[in-house]
Nanobody
Framework: QVQLVESGGGLVQAGGSLRLSCAAS????????MGWFRQAPGKEREFVAA????????YYADNVKGRFTVSRDNAKNTVYLQLNSLRPEDTAVYYC????????????????WGQGTQVTVSS
């Protein structure tokens, strides 16, 4: 069992930045590939970014590529999502998720989820 707790969300103006954190506990963090997803009101949960177990491989959704950066610190059992050049359409609840072995862009392939952190971008 892995417990995930996100933090760092908030209200920011368009063009601003935030850094989300996801702290993991319960199992060996480096055994898990990590993903970030988001869900806006009335919309399905969508993939944002993912990172491999050692941080060497990352994936991004096309609509965040070049603006968001995913990273991890296995010594701190934490994965991060740096959000730059934020847009109103980035407004959503952001979730981190964990799965064993390889990364994935598919939400149902992740076994563990955090409770989410709200990001609101004003225009």
């Amino acid at each position: 069992q892995v417990q995930l707790v996100e933090s760092g969300g908030g209200l920011v103006q368009a063009g601003g930045s935030l850094r989300l954190s996801c702290a993991a506990s319960g199992r060996t963090f480096s055994n898990y590939a990590m993903g970030w997803f988001r869900q806006a009101p009335g919309k399905e949960r969508e993939f944002v970014a993912a990172i491999s177990r050692n941080g060497g491989v990352t994936y991004y959704a096309d609509n965040v590529k070049g603006r968001f950066t995913v990273s991890r610190d296995n010594a701190k059992n934490t994965v991060y999502l740096q959000l730059n050049s934020l847009r109103p359409e980035d407004t959503a609840v952001y979730y981190c998720a964990a799965r064993t072995v390889v990364t994935s862009k598919t939400a149902y392939e992740y076994s563990y989820w955090g409770q989410g952190t709200q990001v609101t971008v004003s225009s």
